[in-house]
């Protein structure tokens, strides 16, 4: 009787037992399978090296572009340099993108202004004049630091001439398509922002701190309505290269840039 009722408690124990394991989350088995859904990204800068960048235009790093405390950052004094010819925007040249989803963290200093660029190409004065741009700029203290009447009424702004107008905001495809300010959240100066660009045929998104700030369709109708219409009607080449560098405007001031990556589409 007593060997029975042993028997019985143990049969009991092994299905609770077995109870528990079912109910258990189920661990990862190897280190691969943790890491397997970022193994896609290839790092453009990863706080440690500026191999792959150098100049628009050029064979190496403008004067002024550096690494400090693992940020990738343009220091206006040291871009001051002499004897520098040429422009200070930089660009990824180790390989062009086509499709991608880019992620990227960035700070700017009061009044400071930047861009992102993709599908580049060189041989031209600047990246602007063919390269699509992510918009980066201080929304709030630019307008009052810089003046922008003239700039403004060259491109037909007649009411309030002297405002950063939508098209020119963060997360803007700059002179092209408005961030949704119902969506947008911008920290402060000084503070690190994160921005992504989706780009594929079917559509282009832009996101800034975890929202969507806009979406649309490249080369459609709308789109060369849209290009022929405002800035870009001069400017035959731009938008339409579907593969290219991706670049970092200087525009200025100072910037600061980290976890730069890429996943191919």
Same mark, same amino acid.
């Given at each position: 009787?007593?060997?029975?009722?042993?028997?019985?408690?143990? =049969?009991? =124990?092994?299905?609770?037992?077995?109870?528990?394991?079912?109910?258990?989350?189920?661990?990862?088995?190897?280190?691969?399978?943790i890491?397997?859904?970022?193994?896609?990204? @290839? /790092?453009?800068?990863?706080?440690?090296?500026?191999?792959?960048?150098?100049?628009? !235009?050029?064979?190496?790093?403008?004067?002024?572009? @550096?690494?400090?405390?693992?940020?990738?950052?343009?220091d206006t004094?040291?871009?001051?340099?002499?004897? /520098?010819?040429?422009?200070?925007? @930089? @660009?990824?040249?180790?390989?062009?993108?086509d499709?991608?989803?880019l992620?990227?963290?960035?700070?700017?200093?009061?009044?400071?202004?930047?861009?992102?660029?993709?599908?580049?190409?060189?041989?031209?004065?600047?990246?602007?004049?063919?390269?699509?741009? /992510?918009?980066?700029i201080?929304?709030?203290?630019?307008?009052?630091?810089?003046?922008?009447?003239d700039?403004?009424? %060259?491109?037909?702004?007649?009411?309030?001439p002297?405002?950063?107008?939508?098209?020119?905001?963060?997360?803007?495809?700059?002179?092209?398509?408005?961030?949704?300010?119902?969506?947008?959240?911008? !920290?402060?100066?000084? +503070?690190?922002?994160?921005?992504?660009?989706?780009?594929?045929?079917?559509?282009?998104?832009?996101?800034?701190n975890?929202?969507?700030?806009?979406?649309?369709?490249?080369?459609?109708?709308?789109?060369? +309505?849209?290009?022929? %219409?405002?800035?870009?009607?001069?400017?035959?080449?731009?938008g339409?290269?579907?593969?290219?560098?991706?670049?970092?405007?200087?525009?200025?001031?100072?910037?600061?840039f980290?976890?730069?990556?890429?996943?191919?589409?």
């Open positions: 009787m007593k060997k029975k009722r042993l028997t019985i408690i143990g =049969v009991l =124990v092994i299905a609770l037992s077995a109870c528990n394991t079912e109910n258990k989350p189920k661990e990862p088995e190897t280190a691969t399978e890491t397997s859904s970022s193994n896609d990204w @290839i /790092y453009l800068f990863d706080g440690s090296s500026t191999e792959g960048w150098r100049a628009y !235009n050029g064979e190496s790093l403008p004067p002024g572009w @550096i690494i400090k405390d693992s940020v990738l950052t343009f004094e040291l871009g001051l340099e002499q004897n /520098y010819e040429g422009g200070k925007d @930089i @660009i990824y040249g180790a390989e062009e993108f499709n991608f989803e992620y990227l963290e960035w700070k700017l200093p009061e009044g400071g202004n930047s861009g992102i660029f993709y599908h580049l190409k060189e041989g031209y004065n600047g990246p602007p004049e063919v390269s699509p741009e /992510y918009q980066l201080d929304d709030e203290n630019y307008a009052n630091i810089h003046d922008l009447t700039y403004n009424l %060259s491109l037909g702004y007649t009411e309030n002297n405002e950063l107008k939508p098209l020119q905001q963060t997360g803007a495809d700059y002179a092209m398509h408005p961030a949704d300010p119902a969506q947008k959240v911008l !920290n402060p100066v000084g +503070e690190w922002n994160s921005s992504k660009i989706v780009f594929t045929p079917e559509k282009v998104e832009h996101w800034l975890g929202r969507k700030l806009l979406s649309f369709v490249p080369w459609d109708e709308a789109w060369h +309505e849209k290009k022929n %219409s405002d800035k870009w009607k001069n400017s035959p080449d731009y339409k290269f579907k593969t290219g560098y991706i670049g970092l405007q200087d525009h200025s001031s100072p910037i600061w980290r976890n730069i990556k890429i996943k191919k589409l």
